[in-house]
């Protein structure tokens, strides 16, 4: 299984920018995860296409199970 931390801001356009972090420490501290979101928008440190970010949307934990096929 593969685990991502997907942090969700807005945009200057009001449009939803993700980072996605692979193999986050679990458990997940959300007071940690909080602050470094709004580190990355008081330090303007990432923008896109719709501009600076702006605001925090929401985080969550992605788990996806990969599995292959034998040929």
Not at 11 to 21: A, C, D, F, G, S
Not at 29 to 42: E, F, L, R, W
Not at 57 to 64: L, M, P, Q, S, T
Request: no cysteine; hydrophobic share 40%; aromatic share 4%.
């Amino acid at each position: 299984m593969a685990k991502v931390l997907e942090l969700q801001f807005l945009n200057q356009e009001n449009k939803t920018v993700t980072i996605r972090l692979d193999a986050p420490i679990e458990p997940v501290d959300p007071a940690a995860v909080n602050a470094a979101m709004d580190t990355v928008i008081a330090q303007n440190i990432f923008t896109s296409s719709g501009g600076n970010y702006t605001s925090k949307k929401g985080a969550r934990i992605v788990d996806r199970e990969v599995s292959g096929i034998e040929l």
